[in-house]
């Protein structure tokens, strides 16, 4: 039985399990169809040309985590962001770890998707943003047809949220094979501020397919920070499907930092409902071996007086490839828009490949909007200048790439993140990085 | 110290250098002239081991050993240092761990250990304030955003940091005012030592002020048509280079 017909037929299994008499349920019903009619993407589609997601769909994976699995927080530590206060959110196989995790209700909701779907104190939210700006693919059909774990984050207006939230899904191998369909949702109304770090961690040499939705809402002059760690193992596989839903003077940014797994795909949409909005994209990619990083963004401009900003940087190694596909659309309403867009990427190794495609569709006449691709290798008078001060080849070359992607970090916020994205980076790149002046 | 034997040096099959000359010795000061396009800078950077320059004859001898097959950190491992006319801006690496890089890799190709943290420190405090240069400006990215005069001060800081044996200085005086011309000329002037030795590449004799030659040597053409000593520069000064260009022409 392929993947797909599993899916199906364990659909069923799903809704004996749920409670069916709920508005989640019609959509989890109506997402199933979606899902059985488009099935999984292929390299026909457009948007997926340059990633084949054949070589994972193979496996026979589980689709309910069975076991309740225990982990032991000094054996988990390093993936998290320790040396601060935060809150937590942690799921080990798909499963809700009370032990690792620090939630509150304390004037901010920082809790779980499965108690925001069957609580009726949520059931205003969850009817008001549940799936609202999610797309109706495939994947993210799947995901919405098999929604009911995740984190779910409320913050009501005027709360600055001082502790960052970090959102954790480990996986341990219990399950020969397993897929994950994570579903978040986040809501911060008017003037509050929140940060979010997001990971998703394999502690296995299994096969783990992540099939990832999250929806985000800024309300009005809302502002949130979202950071996503990919960091995962040779064998982890990443769909992240990111939907953000923006209102009039709102900031939005999105840190990805994709240093590994086999095959990873961020499907990153940005809606501007409002004027005077700030979006901004940003991402750091270093990959070698087979790695496959897929960044699909789209920012949608549909009201005048608005900015985004991507800049993506991309370091590619051994046999690695990627792809950057950056859509920025704005409407014919959307005038004095102001959008940029770069990717720039350096092929360290020949055998090494990226196909990067900027798709601008401008309705608007008085915008002003710029986009620049560059794929390339180091620049030459500078390693000679390196090496002459005795900085053999690859040493310079590598202190070159960490120049290169590192000034992406700048737009980082918290200290602790930005200090420890170096630190991989310095790491990914073989530099020696120790004291600063 | 540094013998040069009738270097041939070219760049995609164009010849430059067609012959050079050079004995510099521990101790000593040279003073390289010559007008524009004589080849004055391609000879810095064929002893400094860039690759993109082909040495078709001749040889390149640092202390008595041929450095021609030589890549361009190994040269700097063994002590030969070149102050760029153009110093190259690499965004995101700072001065500091620039300096740090290249002092504990020049150390392990010499089998030492790194070089502890607190010496390191102390070594750039020294030198920095050899060269008047801020604390602030060790943080910031290499050449990025420098003003000309900050850039060649910059160079000779890595001059001061690293300590080299030979140290070639590329129009180092262009772009300088009257005072970093001063605050450079006087780094030179302080890290001079019976056992190293100075190149200085320029177009003008006003950085000889400073720095004074032992030798002064007129490049044209991609040989040295004529050598003496600091009275040659002052001679140049006053009469340009035509003179010497009917001379060697006639």
């Known amino acids: ?437 | 110290m540094l013998k040069i034997n009738n270097l041939h040096a070219s760049v995609e099959d164009k010849g430059i250098l067609r012959g050079i000359n050079l004995e510099v010795k521990a101790g000593e000061v040279h003073a390289i002239m010559g007008p524009n396009g004589s080849g004055k800078s391609t000879l810095a950077s064929v002893v400094a081991g860039k690759e993109e320059y082909e040495v078709t004859k001749g040889e390149i001898l640092f202390e008595n050993e041929n450095i021609d097959e030589l890549a361009a950190e190994e040269r700097a491992h063994k002590g030969v240092f070149l102050s760029f006319q153009y110093p190259v801006e690499i965004p995101g690496v700072s001065v500091t761990n620039f300096m740090k890089t290249a002092i504990n890799e020049t150390r392990k190709a010499k089998g030492l250990a790194d070089m502890p943290a607190k010496d390191m420190l102390k070594l750039i405090r020294e030198k920095s304030e050899l060269l008047e240069i801020d604390r602030k400006f060790l943080s910031r990215s290499l050449n990025e955003g420098f003003s000309g005069g900050e850039k060649k001060r910059n160079e000779i800081f890595q001059m001061a940091m690293l300590e080299p044996k030979l140290a070639i200085l590329d129009e180092t005086d262009s772009g300088l005012d009257i005072d970093a011309l001063r605050i450079v000329a006087n780094g030179v002037n302080k890290l001079k030592s019976k056992n190293n030795a100075v190149i200085v590449i320029t177009h003008y004799q006003r950085l000889l002020e400073h720095i004074v030659p032992d030798f002064v040597h007129v490049l044209y053409n991609g040989r040295i048509v004529k050598s003496g000593t600091k009275e040659l520069a002052h001679e140049l000064e006053e009469k340009g280079y035509d003179w010497i260009k009917e001379e060697v022409n006639a």
């Open chain 1, 1 to 437: 039985m392929d993947l797909k017909e599993k899916l199906l037929s364990s659909f069923l299994v799903f809704e004996n399990r749920t409670e069916i008499d709920t508005p989640v349920h019609d959509i989890r019903s109506e997402a199933i169809k979606t899902f059985e009619q488009n099935g999984f993407p292929s390299k026909k589609e457009e948007d997926w040309k340059y990633t084949s997601l054949n070589s994972i769909l193979k496996h026979d994976y589980s689709i309910f985590p069975n076991q309740e699995n225990a982990l032991e927080y000094k054996d988990v530590k390093q993936y998290f962001i320790h040396d601060i206060d935060t809150y937590k959110i942690i799921f080990i196989d798909g499963k809700y770890s009370s032990h690792l995790s620090q939630t509150t209700h304390d004037g901010i909701d920082v809790c779980l998707m499965s108690a925001a779907l069957t609580k009726t104190k949520y059931r205003i939210l969850i009817e008001n943003y549940f799936n609202k700006t999610a797309a109706k693919d495939g994947l993210t059909s799947l995901n919405t047809a098999f929604s009911s774990e995740g984190a779910y984050i409320h913050i009501p207006k005027n709360k600055l949220v001082e502790k960052p939230i970090q959102i954790i899904h480990f996986s341990t191998g219990n399950e020969s094979a397993m897929m994950l369909q994570p579903r978040n949702l986040i809501v911060v109304d008017e003037n509050s501020h929140v940060q979010i770090i997001e990971r998703h961690q394999s502690l296995t040499d299994n096969p783990i397919l992540t099939n990832s939705v999250t929806e985000i809402f800024a309300n009005k002059r809302a502002i949130v920070d979202y950071y996503k760690v990919q960091n995962d193992n040779l064998n982890a596989s990443l769909i992240d499907n990111t939907f953000i839903k923006q209102k009039q003077e709102s900031h939005c940014s999105v840190h990805t930092f994709s240093f590994g797994g086999k095959l990873t795909r961020n499907n990153l949409n940005f809606y501007q409902h409002g004027e005077r909005i700030d979006s901004t994209l940003k991402g750091i990619t270093i990959i070698g071996k087979k790695q496959h990083v897929d960044h699909n963004t789209l920012v949608h401009h549909i009201e005048p007086n608005c900015e985004s900003h991507q800049d993506y940087k991309g370091v590619y190694d051994d046999n690695a490839t990627g792809v950057f596909n950056g859509k920025v659309v704005v409407d014919k309403e959307a005038q004095k828009t102001n959008a940029f867009q770069a990717n720039n990427n350096i092929l360290v190794s020949d055998k090494a490949s990226i196909n990067t495609k900027p798709q601008l569709e401008i309705f608007a006449d008085d915008v002003k909007c710029s986009h620049g691709c560059t794929i390339g290798q180091l620049d030459e008078s500078a390693l000679f200048y390196m090496r002459s001060r005795g900085i053999p080849v690859k040493e310079a070359k590598a202190l070159m790439m960490y120049a290169f992607t590192n000034n992406v970090l700048s737009s980082v916020k918290i200290p602790e993140m930005k200090q420890r994205i170096n630190k991989l980076i310095a790491k990914k790149l073989n530099v020696n990085i120790g004291f600063d002046l």
